[in-house]
């Protein structure tokens, strides 16, 4: 095991509730947000905690990545799910230094040319 993931979503834990006493509304705008979505029925959990895996991965959050894998192994997410959800956020990211590398080109360009 390379990081003790468990001791550091307890320690997230923790931090988020010291917030919550010192900023409690924020804390709660936080959470209603989380729980808007989950209202639809669109989506069951177990689907929204793998986007939220695949999110977490491309915001580099490793606080998202504890709870979220915490919360999609409590809804039955397996192993092949949560990398195919990976999967998903590496094609993307990949894809986004492509566009983003283009952008960058284009900028090169343009600058070249004055």
């Not at 095991?1 to 307890?10: E, Q």
């Not at 808007?36 to 986007?51: F, N, Q, V």
Request: proline share 1%; glycine share 8%.
């Amino acid at each position: 095991m390379m990081f003790d993931w468990n001791a550091y979503r307890k320690q997230i834990g923790a931090a988020v509730g010291e917030i919550s006493k010192i900023s409690p509304d924020t804390v709660r705008g936080y959470a209603q947000l989380g729980n808007a979505g989950a209202k639809t029925g669109k989506l069951d959990a177990k689907t929204r905690e793998l986007i939220a895996l695949a999110v977490a991965v491309t915001r580099q959050c490793d606080g998202c990545i504890t709870v979220h894998t915490d919360a999609a192994i409590n809804h039955g997410a397996t192993r092949e799910e949560v990398m195919e959800a990976l999967g998903v956020a590496i094609a993307v990211n990949a894809g986004a230094a492509l566009v983003y590398s283009a952008r960058t080109m284009d900028a090169y360009t343009a600058r070249a040319s004055t």
